[in-house]
């Protein structure tokens, strides 16, 4: 069964998909709060994990940098209610901790409508970071 996302919300949910890469960029702490709930929650498959606040810290920090990051593909299913499910293929540019790295990562996330706005509750991704090579 195919479901289907009518699209004002596919375009909703892509705006606050580039307005988290946007925040990333700009290691723009004051958006990332407004985009990420309380409870936001990050894990890899290693087990990593990471909360709201890792986040802000790390923008906040500039241990990371990105330079450029391209939603590669963006994919989008709903789930209950106001409830949406991204699947993304990206390519990260940037320094950590003074090293240049380019990765094309997989990421997941799960968007939800809090008071009409949305936000990032979850974000997973699989670990796997393919080096590629800088533009």
Same mark, same amino acid.
Do not use: C
């Given at each position: 069964m195919?479901?289907f996302?009518?699209? #004002?919300t ?6 606050r ?19 990420? #709930?309380?409870?936001?929650?990050y ?13 802000l810290?790390?923008?906040?920090s500039?241990?990371?940098v990105f330079?450029n990051?391209?939603?590669?593909d ?5 789930? /209950?209610?106001? #409830?949406?499910? #991204?699947?993304l293929?990206?390519e990260?540019?940037g320094?950590f901790a003074?090293?240049?790295f380019a990765?094309l990562?997989? /990421?997941?996330?799960?968007?939800i409508?809090?008071?009409?706005i949305?936000?990032?509750k ?5 670990g796997?970071g393919?080096?590629i090579?800088?533009p």
């Open positions: 195919m479901s996302v009518r699209p #004002t596919q375009i909703r949910v892509n705006q998909e580039q307005e988290l890469v946007n925040a990333k960029l700009g290691a723009d702490v004051a958006a990332l709060d407004n985009i990420l #709930t309380d409870d936001y929650n894990f890899e498959l290693d087990k990593m994990q990471l909360l709201k606040e890792d986040e810290l790390i923008a906040e500039k241990v990371v330079e990051i391209k939603i590669i963006f994919r989008l299913w709903p789930l /209950l209610g106001s #409830t949406y499910r #991204t699947s293929l990206l990260f540019y320094v003074g090293k240049r990765k990562r997989d /990421l997941n996330h799960s968007w409508e809090v008071n009409g949305l936000k990032l979850f974000a997973y991704s699989t796997i393919i080096d090579e800088q």
